[in-house]
C-alpha cells in the first residue's frame, strides 16, 4: 500500500505559476507517476506522466507549461506549472502505477483568477 499526499495548490492569477508536489510514503522507483486533474462538471483526465525510467508524456493542453519531475530519493513527484490560465482550475490528483497496483492521493485544489 502506497499513500500518497499532494500539496502546493492555491489561488493564483492568469500567467502565474505553481508548483505541485506529491510524498509518497513508500519508495516510488518502480512506480509510474502521474498528475491528472478535474475541473467542475467533468470527467478526471490526464495531465503528465513519467515513467520509472524518466520519460515523460503530457497532455496537449499543458505541453510547453507543465512539467513533471521525479525525485527517488524523497519519493516525492512534482509538477511545475507555468502560464496557468483560468482554463487549468481544477482539482490536481496524484497516481502511482504499478501492474496491476493503482495509487491516488486526495488531491489539490487549483484555482486560476484574476
Known amino acids: 500500500q502506497v499513500q500518497l499526499v499532494e500539496s502546493g495548490g492555491g489561488l493564483v492569477q492568469p500567467g502565474g505559476s505553481l508548483r505541485l508536489s506529491c510524498a509518497a510514503s513508500g519508495s516510488i522507483s518502480r512506480f509510474k507517476m502521474g498528475w491528472y486533474r478535474q475541473a467542475p462538471g467533468k470527467e478526471r483526465e490526464l495531465v503528465a506522466v513519467?515513467?520509472?525510467?524518466?520519460?515523460?508524456n503530457y497532455a496537449d493542453s499543458v505541453k510547453g507549461r507543465f512539467t513533471i519531475s521525479r525525485d527517488n530519493a524523497k519519493n516525492t513527484v512534482y509538477l511545475q506549472m507555468n502560464s496557468l490560465n483560468p482554463e487549468d482550475t481544477a482539482v490536481y490528483y496524484c497516481?502511482?502505477?504499478?501492474?496491476?497496483?493503482?495509487?491516488w492521493g486526495q488531491g489539490t485544489q487549483v484555482t486560476v483568477s484574476s
Open positions: 513519467i515513467t520509472s525510467g524518466g520519460s515523460t
Open positions: 497516481n502511482a502505477e504499478i501492474w496491476p497496483l493503482k495509487y
